[in-house]
């Protein structure tokens, strides 16, 4: 026989229609999320209780517990387990009733594990856990636990128990027998089963609506074999989702149809209809972030999976679709990594399969291209040769500078002045990243996270048109991300990518801002005191960039091509920094351009290589402009390399300066801060 409700509690059906009365409830936990932080200083525990008047998890109460402490929150295993509530309050929310706790609630927990089928002779006594301040529960409370737990499907949760007494006392106690796994609803696209119902976390890839219904394109960057393989580079073809209607009565929203990724079999779609197709249709956007509850899982037509969602029965106007934000929910963070692991992943393998397509067209040009090699080569030795007649001449012309030429810039200063400043031989002398452990192992370490101060005069800059020293950086969700990359690791492909969608007016439809990168070569200002020549001249490439350059020229950086007071007022800046050098890198370019190829100024700078990516800045020429030397703040640091292990030498000319990457991976770096042009 069933135990009765104990006294001084109402069941959950009366219980939900007692909004804001202090009541006391007693329930089975049908579903349950982890604990986690709210919006507010406290911790939150939400979970769903059913009885015999109110059952199952569409049509269960919710309940959601608020501590300060994570500690104090319920101690719930698994589904099955039956909770104790007194002094809490039902309210609306969200189209929805839930029970909320306050400051004077109280709560009891019994593990599923330890509650008994049967209850045998003698005194009752179940293992449970309870707030402080919360009083054992009673006999009357034990045994209405009992049936509650034994009213659900135990097959679920746990295996059957009997009581057995105790050999010390002869009272009966619990033998715990073995749990099962309870179930979670919250699941991946990877693990979802056919006619079970899901919470899904993940991304939109596109939505289609018509007619009240909306089909909803959601993926969470995980495989699964039994939805629909959209291939790479298919358009306009099966698998591709509906732009317009099948009669041609809806004109169709865009030419090109090509799906936008991922491609395999990593996209489910969901089938929405009212009120979550309205919602979806007025609110959500592709690529936002979305958790779907209590999704239903079904094979289409074509035997393959798909979502559908349907209105709650009990509360039709619920609406089961929430926008996430990715900087509040640790659940979206989890997702955009699985995005940038797989995007990252994809550029490589696209590609090989690019470089595979080509390769047979490579092999007939490289035919045809034999002739021409011979020419090539002798017209680049001969612009080889003028470069060292005129390098050769500017050093000659070196050294009748006055002697003043060598005191420092008063106009550029730079922070920590108790620092005496370092040679760039010295800083690029890599004998203290030599280190050995304890056991006496000697290792080359690939970097130091070091600064330090340089007497410097800049001999080259990159790129070599001042108009892109400012160049358009889209923001980027993984921003968030704590091991999201920075700016320096950017490729120049990117950037070139950026710059041409806005030059064409275009716009990337997203947040953009202006960022300041630009490289500078810089050599010691003693080095053209230096008449030796068994030793070359030590050069240091750096990056001058964001909140850096921002303090070293005193702009902020914006579109210096659509700007030319603001690009005259750069050049101004610069001209103190590097004197005449623009004027003498103009020249030099143009005494070498070739006689095949004239000069067209018409013409915008074409795109350059990226510096430290296999090409380094070679100076337009040895004699150092005419403008005193200045000192600066530098500091080391390491990057990630795409071709680790190459072992390049970069500027420096020695194992592992400056542009040489590690057996690691490692490629070691520097950076100008802390320096300004008063």
Not at 29 to 47: E, K
Not at 519 to 536: F, G, I, N, V, W
Not at 578 to 601: N, Q
């Amino acid at each position: 026989m069933a135990a009765g409700l104990p006294p001084g509690f109402i069941d959950l059906q009366a219980a939900s229609d007692r909004q804001n009365e202090d009541i006391n409830i007693m329930g089975v936990v049908v579903d349950f999320l982890p604990a986690t932080r709210s919006r507010g200083p406290d911790f939150m525990s939400t979970f769903t209780l059913a009885d015999a008047t109110l059952g199952g998890y569409d049509d269960g109460l919710k309940v959601r517990i608020f501590r300060p402490v994570e500690s104090d929150l319920p101690s719930i295993q698994g589904a099955g387990d039956v909770m104790i509530l007194r002094n809490v309050k039902v309210k609306p929310w969200s189209g929805m009733k839930i029970v909320l706790s306050n400051c004077s609630t109280g709560w009891t927990v019994f593990p599923a594990n330890t509650i008994p089928e049967t209850v045998g002779k003698g005194r009752l006594q179940l293992v449970h856990k309870r707030s402080s301040g919360m009083q054992p529960p009673t006999v009357t409370e034990s045994l209405y636990a009992i049936s509650l737990c034994n009213s659900q499907d135990r097959t679920s949760f746990s295996a059957p128990i009997e009581l057995k007494p105790d050999v010390g006392t002869g009272l009966p106690v619990v033998v715990s027998s073995a749990l099962a796994s309870p179930k979670q609803k919250v699941a991946l696209v990877k693990d979802v089963k056919i006619d079970c119902f899901y919470d899904l976390v993940g991304q939109v890839v596109k939505t289609y609506t018509l007619n009240g219904r909306c089909e909803l394109y959601f993926t969470d960057y995980t495989s699964n074999n039994l939805l629909f393989n959209y291939e790479w580079g298919r358009a306009g073809e099966e698998g591709v989702p509906r732009d317009g209607d099948e009669h041609g009565y809806i004109p169709r929203q865009s030419k090109n149809r090509q799906w936008p990724g991922p491609f395999g079999k990593m996209t489910l779609q969901v089938a929405l209809w009212e009120p979550h197709s309205h919602f979806v249709s007025q609110n959500v956007k592709d690529n936002d972030y979305i958790f779907l509850r209590n999704t239903r899982i079904k094979l289409d037509r074509d035997g393959k999976v798909e979502g559908c969602l349907h209105s709650d029965r009990r509360y039709p106007e619920r609406i089961d679709v929430t926008i996430l934000k990715h900087h509040e929910d640790e659940r979206v963070k989890e997702v955009m990594r699985r995005k940038r692991d797989y995007w990252n992943k994809f550029k490589v393998q696209s590609a090989d399969l690019v470089e595979m397509a080509r390769g047979q067209k490579r092999k007939q040009d490289e035919e045809s291209e034999k002739p021409l090699k011979g020419r090539a080569k002798k017209r680049k030795k001969q612009q080889q040769q003028q470069q060292q007649q005129k390098a050769s001449h500017n050093s000659e012309s070196a050294k009748t500078l006055q002697l003043d030429r060598y005191e420092l810039n008063k106009h550029i200063r730079c922070n920590r002045p108790a620092i005496l400043p370092s040679s760039i031989h010295n800083i690029l002398d890599n004998s203290s990243h030599k280190t050995t452990t304890p056991t006496g192992v000697q290792y080359r370490l690939p970097f130091q996270n070091i600064c330090c101060r340089a007497n410097v005069r800049v001999v080259d800059y990159f790129p070599k048109n001042l108009a892109d020293f400012a160049v358009p950086c889209k923001i980027s969700e993984y921003d968030v991300l704590s091991d999201s990359g920075s700016s320096d690791s950017d490729s120049e492909n990117e950037v070139d990518e950026h710059r041409k969608h806005w030059d064409e007016g275009h716009g990337w439809g997203g947040e953009m801002r202006w960022e300041w990168r630009f490289y500078l070569l810089l050599q010691d200002s003693a080095a053209a005191k230096s008449t030796s020549t068994d030793r070359p001249k030590s050069r240091l490439q750096v990056l001058v960039a964001e909140e850096d350059a921002v303090m070293l020229l005193k702009m902020d950086p914006e579109n210096l091509r659509k700007n030319p007071t603001a690009l005259a007022t750069l050049r101004e800046k610069l001209f103190i920094l590097w004197g005449d050098l623009e004027e003498r890198k103009a020249a030099a370019e143009d005494a070498s351009v070739s006689a095949l190829k004239p000069r067209d100024p018409n013409k915008e700078c074409k795109k350059e290589a990226a510096p430290l990516d296999g090409v380094k800045i070679v100076p337009a020429m040895d004699a150092q402009p005419g403008l005193k030397p200045f000192v600066c703040c530098l500091k080391e640091y390491g990057v990630r390399s795409k071709s680790k292990g190459s072992g390049k030498i970069g500027v420096g000319g020695r194992d592992g300066a400056q542009g040489a990457v590690d057996a690691a991976g490692w490629e070691r770096r520097f950076r100008m801060f802390g320096t300004v042009i008063m």
